[in-house]
T-cell receptor, first 115, second 116 residues
Framework: AQSVTQPDIHITVSEGASLELRCNYS??????LFWYVQSPGQGLQLLLK??????LVQGIKGFEAEFKRSQSSFNLRKPSVHWSDAAEYFC?????????????FGKGTHLIIQP | GAVVSQHPSWVICKSGTSVKIECRSL??????MFWYRQFPKQSLMLMAT?????????EQGVEKDKFLINHASLTLSTLTVTSAHPEDSSFYIC????????????FGQGTRLTVV
């Protein structure tokens, strides 16, 4: 069975500082990987996804993530965070582009931005 | 971009009553819709997968008689929580995958259900 681990429940970063959110997955085949952001009481917004090809993927809002097969990781990064980035971030893995089968989510990382 | 709308955004109901939540794809046709449940400060758990015109597939541990899913058209899926109890209080989120085009699903804004 596939699984996703987000080791950090909470992360606090100063505004303007760089950010890295960790994600490790367990999946037998080539994974389809996603990062979503959720604001309080809201649904999910897709930040970026990896299906194949270039292992460094660019997303919206200045986010990027790097797929490292050897480490089973898909960490999310941003060079300089803004106060509006404060939210819950979820990493997810899917079977086939997240389409035919639902996604398996990590437990999420709560990002706090300090002024 | 593709929009998925859930209605209502929040609902409060009395214990023992049933509640229906709608999930609509507004600008695309969705062959497959997914229903997730999210407990406070926790992750999303897939409840079921519904394909238009066929019975939903439920994840292990999800009571299909309690959470009735109907996907009668390519733009609408409904989740009915029957005989709701306080422990059913949760945030329910749907997602929809387009018939053609992008190979991933779009999420609705979620429905907060509170059973009193």
């Amino acid at each position: 069975a596939q699984s996703v681990t987000q080791p950090d429940i909470h992360i606090t970063v100063s505004e303007g500082a760089s950010l890295e959110l960790r994600c490790n997955y367990s999946y037998g085949a080539t994974p389809y990987l996603f990062w979503y952001v959720q604001s309080p009481g809201q649904g999910l917004q897709l930040l970026l996804k990896y299906f194949s090809g270039d292992t460094l993927v660019q997303g919206i809002k200045g986010f990027e993530a790097e797929f490292k097969r050897s480490q089973s990781s898909f960490n999310l990064r941003k060079p300089s965070v803004h106060w509006s980035d404060a939210a819950e971030y979820f990493c997810a893995v899917g079977h086939s582009g997240g389409g035919a089968d639902g996604l398996t989510f990590g437990k999420g990382t709560h990002l706090i931005i300090q002024p | 971009g593709a929009v998925v709308s859930q209605h209502p955004s929040w609902v409060i109901c009395k214990s023992g009553t049933s509640v229906k939540i709608e999930c609509r794809s507004l600008d695309f046709q969705a062959t497959t819709m997914f229903w997730y449940r999210q407990f406070p400060k926790q992750s999303l758990m897939l409840m079921a997968t519904s394909n238009e015109g066929s019975k939903a597939t439920y994840e292990q541990g999800v009571e299909k008689d309690k959470f009735l899913i109907n996907h009668a058209s390519l733009t609408l899926s409904t989740l009915t929580v029957t005989s709701a109890h306080p422990e059913d209080s949760s945030f329910y989120i749907c997602s929809a995958r387009a018939v053609q085009g992008l190979d991933y699903a779009f999420f609705g804004q979620g429905t907060r259900l509170t059973v009193v």
